[in-house]
């Protein structure tokens, strides 16, 4: 494990240190510093990685000038977008059991706009980063872009940390990933860490994360850290500590003590994202290669073609499983343990099915299914669903995934999204096509037409569907599902009992309470769907793993709970389809909207014309709520899971321990955290 964190050779890292020490004048530019060097190291034939000291690659990025015309064209457009995130006006006064801070969106944007047109900053990589701090405020996932000076360098720690249990109920603490490795060998020689720039450790690394996309905090701590779960999902092992999404960490240098007294100095490094090459005089260069918008019409249509998606080997740090689909998305495996040789693991480390090929979303139910079945046949008797650090994906598969366990109950899901004008000129013009004719069938697919959360009534009109309803200092839509799934239910993007896609199967193949869902508090999007269903509508308890040193419960699903996210594409896509056919109808002398809404609708941004490269945003556009409170979202509701264990180096480095650990607290003589349940620290029914 941790095999990713050791491409920094210690080649690369001699190369960073040298590169810092060398007796470049101060005087010179740091981009032409970095350039130097890039020459050096390509002179020198270095097969390394190029890196060289963070600070002075943040420094060259504070060159980079700023135009503050363009600034506020940018910020106006983004505000355009952001009417579409549905959580805008909840953010700002969320209810009580929210653990995040509460933020307004778009009075700190106007803030940003009015500094800007003030020219009161001093490069676009601080104004970039003051945009990208709004953003992050809201701790959600969907909500989410990158700026054109955060595209030329990825920050790195080369210090990778973990947070481990002597026996999972025990307290956490902080070691270095080779301190733990010495540690579970019995060494009396590891100190766990004390502080970091003289702060507690544990403080210092959950404000660190607290600009992460959950909105729980122990499952940002969680992220802070190194998992083989999340490679296999994502291809990312190492913790947000040591990479902090390649952004600037704060620091360019920290120090971290020992509870022995030790103390060592670990630098940031950077590298050039990408591989790219940096040749690059000052920051104005570095401007116009990033930042500057390319023409269109001179720009190259290549990008349009899609990439086909490889197909990969089974994950190392794992059992062979019995299981598997071609891309790693769903893994079936047996424990074979004393007392445990009736349990299956089926492994979901994402849901995004529909990014591999057509066919994968009906290869993964039909996986699934035969290894449900064998597992059946094969006498096991209890299921655990691992999934831990998934993010998410394709919500027709986690729908699709629940009916396989609960094949008699409705897949209920309710949404809402937020009311506002372009919205709704969108939907009045989307409404107006015939529902007779054969663009009707494109639109009904669209978040434009809905049906209710039992999926047994579709609305009649855009203003039935649309409302406003005032919840919570918002306009809000009417409930409803995420999708029609009598229409979105195909052979492409099955939900087994919907639409075309028969079910087969008329019982439940494990009882709820021989089932258990296991996470670290990752789950997000899908994740939070498919888990939301198996435990409101079919009774199935859940594990979690991590989180922050203290007792108590932690929530399950920690990640992004929203029922819906657009990104600005999409929505340029939605916007145009109004605008032309509103435009067809009114010069037919059969118009649908008014002329002044359909200069509105001309007015909206797109993300390929702006003042900078840009590769677009996404944006949560649909709350999902619980059957039983239709006024709070989801994405604000704490809900604990049903035991809690702290993560042992064992379970780090081999994570098929952690099934059985889960299994032992679930149906063996185990215990829980103290207070994680409730319960006496142990399970009953």
């Not at 995130?85 to 909840?90: A, E, I, K």
């Not at 969680?222 to 913790?239: C, D, K, T, W």
């Not at 027709?396 to 899901?413: A, N």
């Amino acid at each position: 494990m941790f095999s990713h964190l050791t491409t920094f050779s210690a080649v690369t890292w001699a190369l960073a240190v040298s590169a810092a020490s060398s007796g470049s004048r101060q005087s010179e530019d740091p981009c032409q510093q970095i350039a130097r060097r890039y020459q050096q190291a390509t002179n020198a034939n270095a097969t390394s990685k190029f890196v060289v000291p963070g600070e002075l690659a943040h420094n060259c990025l504070l060159t980079m000038p700023f135009e503050s015309e363009k600034a506020v064209s940018f910020v106006e457009s983004l505000v355009e977008y952001l009417q579409w995130q549905s959580t805008s006006d909840v953010l700002k006064n969320p209810p009580s059991g929210y653990l995040s801070h509460p933020t307004d969106l778009l009075g700190s944007m106007e803030d940003i706009r009015i500094k800007a047109a003030a020219g009161k900053y001093t490069s676009q990589y601080e104004f970039d980063n003051d945009i990208t701090r709004v953003f992050q405020s809201a701790n959600d996932g969907h909500l989410s872009t990158t700026f054109c000076s955060q595209e030329v360098f990825e920050f790195y720690v080369n210090f990778p940390i973990v947070s481990v249990s002597s026996d999972g109920l025990q307290l956490p603490k902080l070691y270095t990933t080779h301190d733990a490795a010495l540690l579970a060998n019995r060494s009396t020689r590891v100190s766990p860490i004390a502080t970091i720039n003289g702060y507690d450790a544990v403080l210092y690394l959950s404000q660190l994360a607290s600009t992460l996309g959950f909105q729980d905090p122990d499952a940002r701590y969680n992220e802070m850290f190194p998992s083989a779960a999340r490679e296999v999902a994502l291809g990312v092992e190492y913790g947000a500590w040591t990479s902090n999404n390649g952004r600037w960490p704060g620091s360019s240098e920290f120090t971290v003590a020992f509870g022995n007294g030790s103390v060592t100095h670990v630098p940031t490094i950077a590298e050039v994202s990408g591989g790219q090459k940096f040749s690059y005089a000052n920051g104005s260069s570095v401007y116009e290669a990033f930042c500057s918008p390319v023409d269109s019409s001179s720009s190259s249509s290549s990008s349009s073609t899609s990439s086909t998606v490889k197909t990969k080997a089974a994950p190392k740090t794992y059992p062979e499983p019995v299981m598997r689909d071609a891309y790693n998305l769903i893994l079936g495996y047996y424990l074979n343990e004393t007392d445990m040789q009736d349990v299956a693991v089926l492994f979901v480390p994402s849901f995004d099915t529909s990014d591999m090929s057509l066919s994968e979303p009906l290869a993964f139910a039909n996986h699934a299914t035969k290894f449900i079945q064998d597992a059946v046949a094969s006498g096991k008797k209890k299921l655990i669903i691992d999934l831990t650090s998934n993010p998410g994906g394709t919500v027709t598969s986690g729908m699709d995934l629940f009916r396989l366990f609960f094949p008699q109950k409705p897949v209920y899901s309710s949404t809402r999204f937020r009311d506002h004008e372009v919205v709704n000129i969108v939907g009045q013009a989307l409404n107006a096509v015939p529902r007779d004719s054969d663009s009707w069938k494109v639109v009904s697919e669209t978040p434009f037409t809905g049906v209710t959360p039992n999926q047994t009534y579709a609305y009649k009109s855009w203003k039935e569907y649309s409302g406003p309803q005032y919840q919570l200092g918002a306009n809000m839509s009417s409930l409803a599902a995420v999708s029609n799934l009598t229409l979105t239910s195909t052979w492409t993007t099955p939900v087994r009992g919907y639409g075309i896609v028969k079910q087969n199967m008329t019982s439940s193949p494990f009882a709820a309470e021989n089932i258990l869902m296991i996470t670290d508090g990752f789950c997000s999007s899908t994740c939070t769907i498919f888990m939301e269903l198996m435990k409101t509508q079919g009774g199935v308890k859940s594990l979690v793993f991590g989180g922050r040193p203290q007792y108590g419960p932690m929530a399950a699903m920690g990640g992004v709970r929203g029922g819906e996210s657009l990104t600005s594409t999409t929505i340029d896509a939605y916007v145009d389809t109004a605008l032309e056919y509103a435009i067809e109808q009114s010069e037919a002398g059969t118009p649908v909207i008014s002329e002044q809404q359909i200069a509105r609708l001309n007015s909206t941004p797109e993300t390929t014309d702006m003042p900078y490269k840009w590769s677009g945003l996404e944006l949560n556009f649909r709350n999902a709520y619980a059957p039983d409170n239709s006024l709070v979202p989801l994405q604000f509701v704490f809900d604990a899971a049903d035991c809690r264990l702290f993560y042992t180096y064992e379970n780090l480095v081999k994570p098929a321990s952690t099934w059985v650990a889960a299994a032992k607290a679930y149906w063996g003589l185990g215990k829980c955290v103290p207070f994680s349940t409730g319960r006496n620290s142990t399970f009953s029914y």
